[in-house]
């Protein structure tokens, strides 16, 4: 399947790309896919196995053109695990890209602040992640030609990509905060209980993606650099109850920051 999959992209690209830096739009962040030059657009429904997803804020389409004078390959939505599609099925387009020769992956999200210091329409650099999922998406016979059985885990997102991306901001004048992302299934929202226990263990953010698509990222080989949008605090920190709709807003809000800034980052690249 997999093979079938990087087949039909890459004959739908036509040699006209070769990308080596993907970059995955969460949700309400799908607007930078509209400033690529000269894009393909490729449905994910059309992609052998690929699986579109169902939820609001989330296109669902792979768009491959130039951007900041690169050449890329952006995932326009994502699917989920809450959506009832297994890790294997969540991970299976990072395994395709590898087969593609992306090297470097941007993971993006919407996250609820945990770490009661940042800010509404803030951004965070994912330094590291705890996966509450309860389970791997490596799970099962390993595919030794994308990776080993027991991957290490020690440097998920790549210290030097991250060390550029907070120049970056830095240069662009956007305060960015740095932290720790636990993914939590879905796909309702924590309890307060649920929040002081993340607070305790370590987490800044919580969200319910990523984690798996860069547990696969990183045992294919690839950098990853991992950027959340802070678009809500989480729950019991303010008196308001969380909905998608602020999630998909205050995304909507942040989206010119974190397009110049995913921008200056992919310029360097
Ligand atoms: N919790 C979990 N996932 C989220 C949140 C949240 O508060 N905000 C955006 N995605």
Redesign the pocket.
């Known amino acids: 399947m997999l093979s079938h999959a990087a087949k039909y992209i890459e004959e739908t690209i036509g040699g006209k790309y070769s990308p080596k830096i993907a970059l995955i739009l969460g949700?309400g962040l799908g607007a930078l896919a509209g400033e690529v030059e000269n894009p393909i657009r490729i449905r994910y429904h059309e992609i052998p196995a690929f699986k579109q997803s169902s939820i609001d804020g989330h296109v669902g389409q792979l768009v491959i053109g130039k951007l900041e004078g690169k050449e890329v390959m952006i995932m326009q939505g994502r699917i989920h695990f809450y959506e009832g599609y297994s890790l294997k099925e969540v991970t299976f387009p990072i395994k395709v890209m590898k087969k593609l020769g992306i090297e470097k992956l941007i993971i993006t999200?919407?996250?609820?602040a945990v770490n009661e210091a940042f800010e509404v329409g803030s951004l965070m650099l994912i330094k590291d992640h705890i996966n509450l999922l309860g389970t791997n998406p490596l799970v099962g016979k390993n595919d030794s030609s994308l990776g080993v059985r027991f991957p290490d885990m020690s440097e998920v997102y790549n210290k030097n990509l991250y060390d550029y991306a907070k120049n970056c901001a830095q240069k662009l004048n956007i305060h960015i905060n740095e932290g720790v992302y636990a993914a939590?299934v879905?796909p309702s929202?924590?309890t307060p209980a649920e929040i002081r226990m993340l607070r305790k263990i370590g987490a800044d953010a919580?969200?319910?993606s990523t984690v798996p698509e860069a547990i696969v990222a990183n045992y294919c080989g690839m950098k990853v650099l991992g950027i959340s949008c802070i678009?809500?605090?989480?729950?019991g920190i303010k008196e308001e109850k969380?909905s998608h709709q602020e999630?998909i807003e205050a995304g909507n809000s942040v989206k010119e920051k974190f397009s110049a800034l995913v921008k200056e980052i992919i310029k360097g690249l």
């Open positions: 949700s999200n919407a996250a609820g939590n879905g929202y924590e919580v969200g319910m678009t809500n605090y989480a729950a969380l999630v």
